[in-house]
């Protein structure tokens, strides 16, 4: 790695002060199709992420550096927001800077970093794809070809009061939004949950809301956007999606400060008693069921589908990914590295200190993991039926877009039905400027 980008690191606040105009990639930025770059070069190599609180991924690095002391990984940390990580990622793709080696894609910016070759094509052939779930691999393929091999995967679930349901009488958990209100008004009647709200997930204006919202309109059966990434959004099932969330902080059953939650917040509050159901990712579990005393829950609650407006509805796919960086040095080294990084060896090991959702069918039926991590297999059902987020390779421009009109929706300043006409017209302009 060159003396200069190692400099660049320590100095990364200036660096990555702002962003840059968009790089020309070929005709309106879309790369060509079937490009095949050279991967050669061996040595040390950067590993970038976002923060990691568990502590797993420089585990995992330990192990990769012990086994191969001449061509040692540096863990890059970047801050928890994924909009802060994927600024930082693209400002270093434009300055073609070697700072960075392998990146870890939020699942749904394949498309965008790979349109703009920011990130190489991989050799397909010499991964395990076929030992993988099919929905996960696709997130990892754009025009046809390998762009980033799938490490994690992430379903959302709804997470229940399994004691306050069955002392209201009620035996399994909703299967749509309608039975959740009615549950959850039964739940309220009861002494113990005095106090408490109904639901809540992740409804700050960042992509947590993107997320919520694309589940909302997919659970209502409707869709973002198309495979070709036209949007589909002025329309009843959007409109009914959209609505659920609006009217839900209208009449209660969302607490209205959680149009301030992030993960983090949502999953806090559940944990405290303070929520009957939680929409949130499998990280959670383990922590909610911790028995320290920093669990007011465990033993107390249950992971299902979530709930959809006919039956059970559609989680968004989540899930990161590793990408080779088009200006890295090492790129030999670097693809080594991702085979290991994304391998059942590790995906086990990670399994035990940041409890997520493996890639590979052989992990979900292991009857030992199950025993271990009763989630997975909802979370396996939820993956299977996930729908991506849009794959369009504007994606930051899309989901800002999103975040803006469904942040008015729920907070009241706009209707569900001028919300969604407007956002439709706003990723119509976007898609016909691609």
């Known amino acids: 790695m060159k003396i200069r980008t190692i400099r660049a690191l320590h100095s990364a606040g200036a660096a990555f002060a702002g962003l840059?105009?968009?790089?020309?990639?070929?005709?309106?930025g879309a790369?060509?199709?079937?490009?095949?770059?050279?991967?050669?070069?061996?040595g040390p190599i950067t590993y970038v992420a976002g923060k990691d609180a568990s502590g797993s991924v420089q585990a995992v690095?330990?192990?990769?550096?012990?086994?191969?002391?001449?061509?040692?990984?540096?863990?890059v940390q970047l801050p928890t927001d994924p909009d802060a990580q994927r600024?930082?990622?693209i400002q270093n793709a434009q300055t073609k800077s070697d700072a960075y080696t392998v990146l870890a894609l939020d699942a749904v910016w394949t498309s965008e970093f790979a349109a703009h070759r920011w990130i190489d094509r991989l050799p397909e052939a010499q991964f395990p794809l076929r030992q993988m779930l099919k929905p996960i691999v696709e997130t990892g393929k754009y025009r046809g070809g390998l762009?980033?091999?799938?490490?994690?995967?992430?379903?959302?679930?709804?997470?229940?009061?399994?004691d306050l349901l069955k002392k209201a009488g009620i035996a399994k958990p909703p299967a749509t939004w309608a039975e959740m209100k009615a549950d959850c008004a039964k739940v309220k009647k009861l002494p113990e949950a005095r106090g408490m709200s109904c639901y809540a997930g992740q409804f700050q204006k960042y992509e947590g809301?993107?997320?919520?919202?694309?589940?909302?309109?997919?659970?209502?059966?409707?869709?973002?956007?198309?495979?070709?990434?036209?949007p589909h959004l002025d329309t009843p099932q959007a409109k009914r999606g959209l609505d659920f969330l609006a009217k839900s902080f209208k009449d209660g059953t969302i607490p209205k400060d959680a149009v301030t939650y992030q993960e983090e917040d949502g999953r806090r509050v559940f944990q405290n008693g303070k929520l009957v159901f939680l929409r949130n990712w499998p990280y959670a579990y383990p922590l909610m069921a911790k028995k320290d005393g920093s669990s007011k829950v465990a033993d107390r609650f249950r992971a299902a589908p979530l709930p959809g407006l006919n039956g059970p509805g559609a989680s968004s796919l989540g899930g990161h990914n590793a990408a080779l960086s088009a200006s890295a040095e090492h790129k030999a080294t670097a693809i080594d590295f991702m085979k290991f990084l994304a391998s059942q060896e590790i995906?086990?090991?990670?399994?035990?200190?940041?409890?997520?959702?493996?890639?590979?069918?052989?992990?979900y039926k292991d009857p030992k993991l199950a025993k271990q991590y009763p989630y997975l297999p909802t979370l396996r059902q939820s993956i299977l039926h996930a729908v991506p987020r849009p794959r369009v390779f504007r994606y930051g421009d899309v989901t800002a877009a999103i975040q803006q009109q469904a942040y008015a929706a729920l907070t009241g300043s706009t209707s569900s039905a001028q919300a969604l006409k407007d956002l439709q017209q706003t990723l119509r302009q976007q898609s016909a400027g691609e």
Do not use: I
């Open 20 to 28: 840059a105009a968009l790089a020309a990639c070929g005709p309106n």
């Open 31 to 42: 790369a060509k199709a079937g490009s095949r770059p050279t991967l050669e070069g061996r």
């Open 61 to 75: 690095l330990d192990r990769w550096n012990k086994r191969h002391p001449k061509e040692k990984v540096t863990f």
């Open 87 to 89: 600024q930082q990622m």
């Open 147 to 162: 762009y980033a091999l799938p490490m994690s995967s992430d379903g959302g679930m709804l997470y229940y009061r399994t």
């Open 209 to 230: 809301l993107t997320v919520n919202f694309a589940e909302a309109v997919n659970s209502a059966g409707g869709v973002v956007t198309d495979a070709k990434g036209t």
């Open 347 to 363: 995906q086990r090991f990670t399994l035990s200190r940041a409890p997520g959702a493996p890639t590979y069918h052989a992990l």
